[in-house]
């Protein structure tokens, strides 16, 4: 080991799981925190914990220059971004390489690489990978994006090269809307990412979500297969699954060769996912981005693969070397994860923040959670809701379905609203347990009539 300490660089159930790879591998931890997670459980979990500011995240756990001193103010020579905040931001990852600090993640160059998405769409194309029809460089002017909009056939959609997770995004559905969509577009990525610059795809209705997981060192890129993400609503994924049920064997290896070939073409170091799009009626995949950061889903990837990727990000970081090739890497059974987020369904999933005056968590075989929550801990008001993430596996998907609905009836939470309804209802849908669902089906098929539906 040449790493000794780690500061983490995050919150929430994440920062606990990093701690819990660190310490798994003999390292220390220093946790920072705003003065909102004072009583956090990854502060009372680490080593070391850093107060770094007030409770709103961009003056606390979105300041680069506050969290590298804290890192070389408590002698860290490593920092784990987690996922969100600074994870994908290439000037922190710069800014603690040149403090002498080891970022765990891709280097500064590959993060704004693929950080832009049009460029990122380049360099699949150049890999060999397939992309959804559409523009392979910027938008200069409305006349050439209504030409090129004609060329590839309505809908289509407007994306921000500066974007993802569909922020900054538009649909079109005739040359009519055209223009407003354009200016708006252009307007909304402007103030979101200070840059508004977009690009034209067409646009495919009811896909499938589907990422792989891979993993490399710069010079050689392993997969550890994909997981199906199709049920979310808002572009917040709500449950995740591992092996997707859409894919034939065919398309599974060919789709985890194609995120192989662009990790490799981009020299990729570390843990990240390649994000596609699935049409199910013609079986074709198409990328679409590509996140350079550990994922709120990664515990699924784990337990079909019996693997430990948090400490495989630290491990890559610590010798510049992948610990496993391709045939290391034994596909068992089949995982599935339900976020419990304190929001109330019922309400357009508003989020509630409070105290968990009850609190039952599940478990049992084939169970995993994920989480930072404990009983009388108060969720404060500043930060993402998600409460837990219940992750089951089974033999095959079968057993991890009735699994899961197993642990969500061992769950009792009160003094905050959950997402744990939600998910039960969603596992009585016949569609869901047939694995036919695409991204639109929260909203078309379990909100249809509701008088909420508008938040869907
Ligand atoms: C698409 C698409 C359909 N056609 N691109 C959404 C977030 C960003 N990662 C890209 N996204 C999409 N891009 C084309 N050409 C549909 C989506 C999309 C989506 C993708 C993944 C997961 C959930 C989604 C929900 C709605 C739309």
New binding site residues.
């Given amino acids: 080991m040449t790493l000794h300490r780690v500061l983490v660089a995050n919150r929430g159930e994440i920062a606990v799981r990093i701690i819990r790879a660190c310490r798994d591998l003999g390292m220390e931890t220093v946790q920072v925190h705003s003065s909102a997670d004072e009583n956090s459980l990854p502060v009372k979990l680490a080593d070391e914990s850093v107060l770094i500011g007030p409770p709103p995240a961009s003056q606390s756990y979105l300041l680069p220059k506050v969290l590298v001193e804290a890192a070389l103010k408590t002698g860290c020579d490593a920092v784990h971004p987690g996922y969100g905040f600074l994870s994908e931001n290439a000037e922190f990852a710069e800014l603690c390489a040149q403090a002498g600090l080891r970022f765990i993640g891709p280097s500064a160059e590959v993060i704004r690489l693929m950080g832009d998405k049009s460029a990122a769409r380049r360099a699949a194309i150049e890999a060999g990978v397939p992309v ?1 029809p559409g523009s392979t460089d910027p938008i200069v002017d409305r006349a050439e994006g209504l030409k090129l909009a004609r060329e590839i056939g309505f809908p289509v ?1 407007i994306k921000a090269s500066a974007g ?3 922020r900054g ?1 538009r649909v079109v559905e005739s040359e009519a809307g055209f223009d407003a969509a354009l200016d708006s577009a252009t307007r909304e990525a402007e103030s979101a990412f200070g840059n508004g610059e977009v690009y034209i ?4 209705p009811r ?1 499938r ?1 589907i990422e792989v997981q891979i993993m490399g060192d710069g010079v050689d890129i392993v997969h550890f297969g994909e997981r199906d ?1 199709s049920i ?1 609503r808002r ?1 917040q994924k709500l449950v995740e699954e591992s092996p997707s049920p859409a894919l034939s064997e065919k398309q599974r290896a060919d789709i985890a060769d194609a995120a192989c070939r662009l990790a490799r073409k981009v020299a990729y170091c570390g843990a990240g996912t390649m ?1 596609f ?1 699935l049409d199910p009626a013609s079986g074709d995949f198409y990328f ?2 590509m996140n350079t950061r550990i994922q709120v889903e990664h515990p699924v990837t784990e337990m079909v693969t019996n693997s430990d990727l948090v400490k495989m990000q630290l491990v890559i970081a610590d010798t510049g070397k992948l610990p496993v090739t391709q045939d290391d890497v034994v596909f068992c059974g089949h995982a599935i994860e339900c976020r419990i987020n304190a929001e109330d369904p019922e309400r357009g999933f508003m989020p509630k923040p409070g105290k968990l005056t009850d609190l039952i968590l599940p478990s049992g075989p084939g169970v995993r959670v994920d989480s930072h929550v404990y009983q009388g801990y108060d969720l404060p008001p500043y930060y993402d809701s998600l409460m837990a993430k219940v992750i089951t596996w089974g033999r095959d998907r079968e057993e991890a379905l009735a699994r899961m609905k197993r642990a969500l009836g061992e769950m009792e939470i009160t003094g905050v609203p959950s997402t744990v309804a939600f998910h039960q209802r969603l596992l009585s849908e016949p569609a869901f347990l047939e694995g036919d669902v695409h ?1 639109r089906f929260v909203r078309e098929s379990m909100w249809a009539g509701h008088p909420m539906q508008g938040m869907l």
């Fill in positions: 959804t959609l993802g997770g569909g995004m795809e067409k646009y495919l896909v979500h993400c979310q572009h994000e799009i679409i981005e991204t």
